[in-house]
């Protein structure tokens, strides 16, 4: 077993098949394409696919900071390497946002420090999507360029400043949750079975109007959920012991639904009306198909 993000052990899982290569690879977004294509040219051909639960994206802070309420747009314009000129509409210019503030006058007059994720992270991933990518879109002359220039369009949305409003913290949440409680002026980005493990010294942000909770999350109505996911490698089952018997138990009820112990560490479960289909594609280990 190895801790990595959720590109690093994607690769590790797709590097080829073998003892000396990753059975299970677990992931915090969907496998990409590009490394279903990498999997493939290294001869890992049938790979499954099994959605296990939701987790929310959140923006924590101390229990004791002032209490923050955003919307994703000022995310994107807090963090972003450029934003929106506002003396011109079609342009774009280094952020000079240093206080929340600076960003709308309803929000605290204290610099932007938010502690996040590597660019290795799956959270980082979901990050930019969910938050990054859905607030450059509401600038409409951004949202335009994806059909016409894409490559300039994730550039716009998902590039973040390097001028220390952004920290990176690495891959260990836990790293952040001390952090925040010890700077209440900061915020940290997380999935949200870590603010709920640390809810005596965090809170969550609320985010376009939602505050994230367990029920928000499973239902969709919290803007930044994701679903997570496990990988298995078709080629190793039946060959490597126990293959089976872990996939078993990991999609069975007393491990995954609202009961489940799984459940009691965090995870979001899948819906009522999706969680038998993915038990049974799980133990027929049907592969993906794109």
């Known amino acids: ?13 797709c590097g080829g098949v073998g003892p000396q290569y990753a059975d299970v690879a677990n992931a915090s977004r969907r496998i990409k394409s590009s490394e279903l294509a990498q999997c493939a040219a290294n001869g890992v051909k049938d790979v499954v696919e099994i959605k296990v639960g939701y987790d929310g994206i959140v ?39 240093k206080t929340w503030r600076d960003i709308n006058k309803n929000l605290p007059a204290v610099k932007i420090e938010v502690l996040g994720p590597p660019p290795t992270s799956g959270t980082r991933d979901s990050f930019a999507e969910l938050y990054m990518e859905a607030g450059c879109s509401t600038f409409a002359w951004i949202k335009s360029l994806k059909d016409v220039d ?4 994730k550039r716009a949305c998902t590039q973040i400043r390097e001028d220390g409003a952004y920290v990176e913290a690495g891959e260990n949440d836990n790293l952040i949750v001390q952090k925040l409680a010890a700077n209440p002026t900061a915020v940290g980005i997380f999935g949200y079975s870590f603010l709920e493990e640390n809810l005596d010294k965090l809170k969550g942000a609320v985010v376009d109007g939602v505050t994230p909770t367990y029920e928000t999350i499973a239902s969709g109505k919290y803007p930044a959920s994701r679903p997570l996911f496990i990988y298995v490698k078709s080629a190793h089952v039946g060959v490597i012991p126990g293959i089976k018997e872990f996939i078993a138990e990991f999609v069975s009820p007393k491990a995954l639904g609202e009961e489940g112990y799984l459940a009691d560490k965090g995870l979001i479960p899948p819906l009522k009306t999706e969680i038998g289909k993915i038990r049974a594609d799980a133990v027929a280990l049907k592969p993906i198909k794109r």
């Open 1 to 13: 077993m190895e801790s990595t993000g959720t590109g690093g052990g994607i690769k590790l899982f």
């Open 59 to 97: 923006i924590a802070e101390s229990k004791n900071a002032q209490s923050i309420n955003l919307s994703r747009r000022e995310v994107f314009l807090a963090l972003a390497k450029q934003v929106p000129d506002p003396a011109n509409s079609s342009a774009l210019i280094a952020n000079p946002y």
């Open 150 to 153: 894409e490559s300039r369009y």
